[in-house]
Antibody, heavy 118, light 107 residues
């Protein structure tokens, strides 16, 4: 089955860290760029970060630059997001998404919820 | 950053009627625009890319047009499963940006 399954979300205090993971299956993972997109429940979508098929072409939203790090392990068909210095405004559902070509997304995971609160 | 503005925020339409959604970019994105549909509790689904190309499996009642800064998504005859939130997204420049969404609700 073609799918993306996120994990690693949870409740964390401001200033702490969290690492999200995304397990991909059913497609050739290292043929595609991958991204993280977040959504505050009931609100819109915000692109967080993206990475090319070979680990290059990395980009971040200004809101997370310097705090978040995206990476991937093609041998494990996995995508990661290391989130440091978390803020309450980072609270959202984080989706792992597959880049079909040049930045639009044909496969979305259901998301993992990150809540930043004291 | 390219700002994407969608209108209207909410569109009330009767089943079987036509719905027209708009998306405007703050600067030209060429044809590098995608549309997504999101039903409650589900992840978004790709409908359109390249401003007018339907994604795999998307019914023909969905059509889209536009280039540059003005884009339109049309649903020709609304079915029950089409009542959802629709987002446009530009991928011409990073950061990739989404519109705020249009909710299509039953009239």
């Amino acid at each position: 089955e073609v799918q993306l399954v996120e994990s690693g979300g949870g409740l964390v205090q401001p200033g702490r860290s969290l690492r999200l993971s995304c397990a991909a299956s059913g497609f050739i993972f290292d043929d595609y760029g991958m991204h993280w997109v977040r959504q505050v429940p009931g609100k819109g979508l915000e692109w967080v970060s993206g990475i090319g098929w070979n680990g290059g072409n990395i980009g971040y939203a200004d809101s997370v630059k310097g705090r978040f790090t995206i990476s991937r392990d093609n041998a494990k068909n996995s995508l990661y997001l290391q989130m440091n210095s978390l803020r309450p405004e980072d609270t959202a559902l984080y989706h792992c998404v597959k880049d079909l070509s040049h930045g639009y997304f044909d496969l979305w995971g259901r998301g993992t919820l990150v809540t930043v609160s004291s | 950053e390219i700002v994407m503005t969608q209108s209207p925020a909410t569109l009330s339409v009767s089943p079987g009627e036509r719905a027209t959604l708009s998306c405007r970019a703050s600067q030209s994105v060429g044809s590098n625009l995608a549309w997504y549909q999101q039903n409650p509790g589900l992840a978004p689904r790709l409908l359109i890319y390249g401003a007018s190309t339907r994604a795999t499996g998307i019914p023909a009642r969905f059509s889209a047009s536009g280039s540059g800064t003005e884009f339109t998504l049309t649903i020709s005859s609304l079915q029950s499963e089409d009542f959802a939130v629709y987002y446009c997204q530009q991928y011409n420049n990073r950061p990739l940006t989404f519109g705020g969404g249009t909710k299509v609700e039953i009239k």
